[in-house]
């Protein structure tokens, strides 16, 4: 079975640009969350997709954006990038996000904004 | 909301022995616990899992406790192995709610 994919895993881009992240669950698995981790930190959490409704949005500005498509996988987009936004972006999916099963991540894609 | 934290940011034990890592939380609604072993360029890999209606669970060469009177748990890895090295991360939940990770900690195994 594969596992969580993401793409791209590695990014580029400038100031001011924009980015898209895109990320496909395990199979059967109906919620995505994205998670940022800088380097040296844990995992923050920015948004949980089930059934392609947002289930909770983490603590960050509104140029970051997802969704979710009726196949389950989901994209992440973020605009207007900035030096803080380099990090390494990650997917968990879950059967069902709302009744504690475990998270499977992605490998993640590390964005670095220049 | 939820803070989870871990005592040591770094632990270096010797091979073949025990290692124990730490990790408070702060949100005594937290009803499931998970430990994540993150080696470098990867994503966060399960390790264990564990509910609030439980004190102790086993897995193969992992057991993790958790101390819900004073918001503790803990990942005890029995005879480490150069394989074990990563950054060990708590998360906690809320029921309904997502996972807040703890900023984590870097085992390093020692020949």
């Known amino acids: 079975d594969a596992g969580v994919t993401q793409s791209p895993t590695h990014l580029i881009k400038t100031r001011g640009q924009q980015v898209t992240l895109r990320c496909s669950p395990i199979?059967?698995?109906?919620?995505v969350s994205w998670y940022q981790q800088v380097l040296g930190q844990g995992p923050q959490f920015i948004f949980q997709y089930y059934e392609k409704e947002e289930r909770g949005r983490g603590n960050f500005p509104d140029r970051f954006s997802a969704r979710q498509f009726p196949n389950y996988s989901s994209e992440l987009n973020v605009n207007a990038l900035l030096l803080g936004d380099s990090a390494l972006y990650l997917c968990?999916?879950?059967?069902?996000?709302?009744?504690?099963?475990?998270?499977?991540f992605g490998s993640g894609t590390r964005l670095t904004v220049v | 909301g939820e803070s989870v934290g871990l005592h040591l940011p770094t632990l270096s034990v010797q091979e073949g022995d025990n290692s124990i890592i730490n990790c408070a939380y702060s949100n005594s609604a937290s009803d499931y616990f998970i430990w994540y072993k993150q080696e470098s360029g990867k994503g966060p890999q399960f390790i264990i899992d564990i509910r609030s209606n439980m004190d102790k669970r086993q897995g193969q060469r992992v057991t993790v406790l958790l101390n819900k009177t004073v918001k503790h748990l803990s990942l005890q890895i029995a005879a480490t192995q150069p394989g074990d090295s990563a950054v060990y991360f708590c998360a906690a939940r809320n029921y309904g709610q997502n996972f807040v990770f703890g900023p984590g900690t870097r085992l390093s195994v020692l020949p």
């Open positions: 968990a999916s879950s059967l069902d996000g709302s009744r504690g099963y475990r998270y499977t």
């Open positions: 199979s059967g698995h109906k919620s």
